[in-house]
């Protein structure tokens, strides 16, 4: 069983930045393949980013390569998401998401994780 706190959300201008962190439970953290979602008003749930066991081995949406970074730090239990040059579109619910997984992996489907945190809210100004 893995509990996920996410925090660093807020308010933001456009151009701006934030950093997202996601705090997770239990002590085998680093056998989790991680991942961010983010649901905006009215919209469905889209993947952001993931990340395997390390992460050296990372995926990104097209909406947001180039200007965000997944990376984690297995000491301290946490996974994180660095996002830089914000736009509007970025404004959602944003989600972590953990799924035990056998190999150095990453997942982009919402259905491949099981657990998920209670998300943290973006909103970017413009």
């Known amino acids: 069983q893995v509990q996920l706190v996410e925090s660093g959300g807020g308010l933001v201008q456009a151009g701006g930045s934030l950093r997202l962190s996601c705090a997770a439970s239990g002590r085998t953290f680093s056998m989790y393949a991680m991942g961010w979602f983010r649901r905006a008003p009215g919209k469905e749930r889209e993947f952001v980013a993931a990340?395997?066991?390390?992460?050296?081995?990372?995926y990104y949406a097209e909406a947001v390569k180039g200007r965000f970074t997944i990376y984690r730090n297995n000491d301290k239990n946490t996974l994180y998401l660095q996002m830089n040059s914000m736009i509007l579109e970025d404004s959602a619910g944003y989600y972590c998401?953990?799924?035990?997984?056998?190999?150095?992996?990453?997942?982009?489907?919402?259905?491949?994780?099981?657990?998920w945190g209670q998300g943290t809210q973006v909103t970017v100004s413009s």
């Open positions: 998401a953990a799924t035990y997984a056998t190999g150095n992996y990453f997942y982009i489907r919402g259905g491949q994780y099981d657990y």
């Open positions: 990340c395997a066991w390390s992460d050296r081995t990372t």
